[in-house]
């Protein structure tokens, strides 16, 4: 069907959209065309409210002056420098600063492009770092089902939700599951569930079958969001570090979402009082305005490559962009936005007011579940016998024509407004989502 003398600005073909149903999206697009604090604005001219944080990276809304100044500046002062073997000075000051901010313990930072690359990076250092020890039999990852962790192949493989996994052949061997921890007794829970931290105990099963020597790393994304918010059982994350420093088996935790705000916490490490070896983070860490990532480190895992003749790469890893001039002085001014505002600490004191909004949903139409931490939460829907995901999506459908931005994952509605957002506006959304699920079919 193509048609090379028909390109016009406005035409949607060539546009291979991810994670969307191309062909629904073309038949009746959504544009959004600006953005400025809590607002987008489409195509059309309407006003939408961001009930999304954009996909759960804008944590300090949008068009903010500091960052949208330090890009311009940074343009015209240092567009690109090479990555490998030469340095710009806002690389070492955004690593620093991240630090500043980080879990105890973490003393290091290496850039990517994404959460994605982000989690790649971790899984190779952590078995990186085992041989570097002389320990080079452990080789095998463990996830967790209904984990996302991006969708390279190492992310899809020891990740758990289904569709981004079967469509692409064997993944990575080597690679065990822990049980997720959605158990139907949390069920309208506020903030940590009380049940299911002996989920973790499955870990040990998995280390028996296989023996320790043979693991390299578990990761789990401390509270999962993707999936659908699945916030971390009281003492399941305890457990899962207890029983990986038993075994020398490495902590990964994916802060893709949780870093930087969003549990009302810098990270969700932090607010959960657990931290692991290695932390991979990406989205808020630029408000989400330039592509970057990172994996911090601990100074243990750093040393231990920092070993061999001086002359010579010790990890034999990294990316084109890795600490891109741009995406650096986006997440200098993104971290002195966030410090300035005190948006993390914003978070925390919102949170409360967010929870019983979003709890004051329990009853309408079609709602079998509420969840929420900091300022993120689901409402999860009854399918439609036969039909999943189709209930779910009309009511983001719904709530797009009623001015407001919500995001949707199987037949759960996942919420994570901008830390900037007033009560006002989580008062807006609620509403508008109420009188959306009431008229849900
Ligand atoms: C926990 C987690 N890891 C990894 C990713 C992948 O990030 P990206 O889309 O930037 O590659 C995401 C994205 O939502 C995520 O939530």
Request: with cysteine.
């Amino acid at each position: 069907m193509s048609d090379r003398t028909a390109r016009v600005p406005n035409d949607l073909r060539a546009f291979w959209m991810p994670f969307t149903a191309n062909r629904q999206f073309k038949a009746a697009p959504r544009m959004f065309v600006a953005a400025e604090g809590v607002h987008y604005t489409t195509a059309e001219g309407r006003q939408v409210l961001d009930g999304t944080s954009g996909l759960w990276c804008c944590n300090a809304g949008h068009k903010r002056p500091k960052i949208v100044e330090a890009i311009q500046k940074q343009a015209e002062e240092l567009d690109y420098a090479p990555a490998f073997q030469m340095g710009h000075p806002k690389a070492f000051e955004l690593a620093n600063r991240v630090i500043d901010i980080a879990p105890e313990g973490m003393e290091h930072v290496f850039y990517t492009n994404s959460g994605s690359e982000s989690v790649e990076t971790a899984l190779k250092i952590a078995i990186a770092y085992h041989r570097a020890r002389g320990d080079a039999g452990r080789t095998r990852l463990i996830g967790r089902e209904r984990g996302y962790h991006g969708v390279n192949f190492g992310g899809i493989s020891v990740g758990g939700i289904v569709a981004n996994r079967k469509h692409f052949g064997s993944l990575l061997n080597g690679v065990d599951h822990l049980p997720h921890t959605h158990l139907p007794e949390n069920a309208y829970s506020r903030g940590q569930p009380e049940h299911g931290a002996h989920l973790a105990d499955e870990l040990e099963r998995i280390v028996g079958l296989h023996d320790p020597s043979t693991i390299a790393a578990v990761i789990v994304e401390p509270m999962a969001g993707s999936t659908g918010v699945l916030i971390p059982p009281k003492g399941y994350l305890q457990k899962l570090r207890d029983i990986t420093k038993k075994h020398g088996i490495l902590l990964i935790f994916d802060e893709v979402i949780t870093g930087f705000g969003r549990v009302g916490a810098a990270f969700g490490s932090q607010r959960y009082g657990v931290t692991p070896d290695l932390i991979t983070c990406a989205k808020g860490l630029t408000n989400g305005v330039i592509p970057m990532g990172a994996v911090l480190a601990t100074a243990e895992i750093h040393d231990a490559f920092m070993t061999g003749p001086e002359n010579m790469i010790e990890l034999f890893h990294g990316y084109t962009y890795s600490g891109n001039p741009m995406a650096c002085a986006a997440g200098l001014a993104t971290l002195e936005t966030y410090r300035e505002e005190a948006l993390f600490e914003r978070a925390a004191d919102l949170a409360p007011y967010w929870e019983d909004a979003l709890h004051s949903l329990k009853g309408l139409p079609h709602v079998i579940d509420i969840r929420n931490d900091g300022l993120i939460g689901a409402v999860e829907l009854e399918p439609i016998a036969g039909q999943p995901t189709r209930r779910a999506f009309q009511a983001f459908l719904d709530a797009y024509e009623a001015g407001c931005l919500i995001r949707t994952t199987g037949d759960i509605i996942a919420l994570s407004p901008p830390l900037i957002f007033e009560k006002a506006h989580i008062d807006q959304l609620i509403g508008t989502l109420g009188d959306v699920l009431k008229k849900l079919g």
